[in-house]
């Protein structure tokens, strides 16, 4: 038998010190990540401070090209990812082509109905920030400086940039959507006299 207060096993245990010390960075660094969600510039400056060490380390060791190939299909992919609505108008039209019509308002007297990306800003920002550091940090390991003959990479990536948004570009044609919008529109009333109107 047990004394009382005494617990057996993992059930009631206490977390591990180390557990406890990285659930209070998680918390921390969480808190700092939230704070820093209406600073949208400054964010986006560290950003492409980074990607300019990355890439100055990059021209000036002469190295690790694969590793930035895959940056920048990455980045493609989070570009497109940014680009597209949630929810995808060729996926909602039914069998019938016009039954039902696409999601997004397509005609001027229709209501507003904003934008919203399968990939939010603030989530395609801390991507983006986080594989250029993984990508700087892949500069430090001889083992990912694959040689390749860098020239074939590059076109290969222009090719696949202009295709995939050529692509993206015909869909947002044929579905009548732009990616940025910039909320309902504000009419102006009357000006104010300042004189009250007495009856």
Known sequence: MEAPGESSGSVGAEPSF???QAAGLQRR???LLDDSVPF???RWGGTFGLALIYALRVYLIQGWYIVTYALGIYLLN???AFLS?????????????DADGPALPTKRD???RPFIRRLPEFKFWYSSTKAFAIALLCTFFNVLNV???????????????????????????K????????????FKGKEDTGKVVRG
């Open 29 to 31: 660094f969480q808190k």
């Open 147 to 173: 040689p390749v003959f860098w020239p074939i990479l590059v076109i290969y990536f222009f090719v696949l940039f202009f295709i995939t948004m050529k692509r993206q570009i015909r869909h947002m044609i």
């Open 85 to 97: 609505p949630r929810i995808d108008p060729a996926m909602e039209m039914d069998d019938d082509d």
């Open 78 to 80: 989070l570009f497109i």
């Open 18 to 20: 180390v557990a406890v």
């Open 175 to 186: 579905y009548r959507y732009l990616p940025f919008s910039h909320g309902k529109k504000k």
């Open 110 to 112: 229709e209501e507003f």
């Open 40 to 42: 949208v510039p400054q």
